[in-house]
């Protein structure tokens, strides 16, 4: 199920896994935290085309991972230290 950019997600304590090798992996902070989501960018197919972040770009077993790396980014925005729009350009949804 696709998750909208600026949801609440989940709070997993910086940790999940990575689905990648069956490792724990922590994200260590935002630039890192962007890094990992500019992989769940994906085209909608709707009756306008644009980019979104979506979910389903990865396995079940990797949504903790990315859903911990979108908490991060969101705690970043509500401190100041990046904005949407800046997000929205790192990610190329813009």
Not at 36 to 43: A, D, E
Not at 56 to 65: A, D, G, I, L
Request: proline share 4%; aromatic share 6%.
């Amino acid at each position: 199920m696709p998750c909208p950019i600026f949801s609440k997600p989940l709070r997993l304590d910086g940790i999940c896994s990575s689905g990648h090798n069956g490792d724990m992996k922590k994200i260590n902070n935002v630039q890192e935290a962007i890094q990992h989501l500019t992989r769940l960018v994906n085209w909608a197919e709707s009756s306008v085309k644009q980019k979104r972040l979506d979910f389903n770009m990865v396995s079940v077993s990797e949504h903790p991972f990315y859903q911990e790396a979108l908490d991060m980014v969101n705690q970043a925005i509500a401190k100041g230290e990046l904005t949407k729009d800046e997000f929205k350009h790192r990610l190329g949804l813009d």
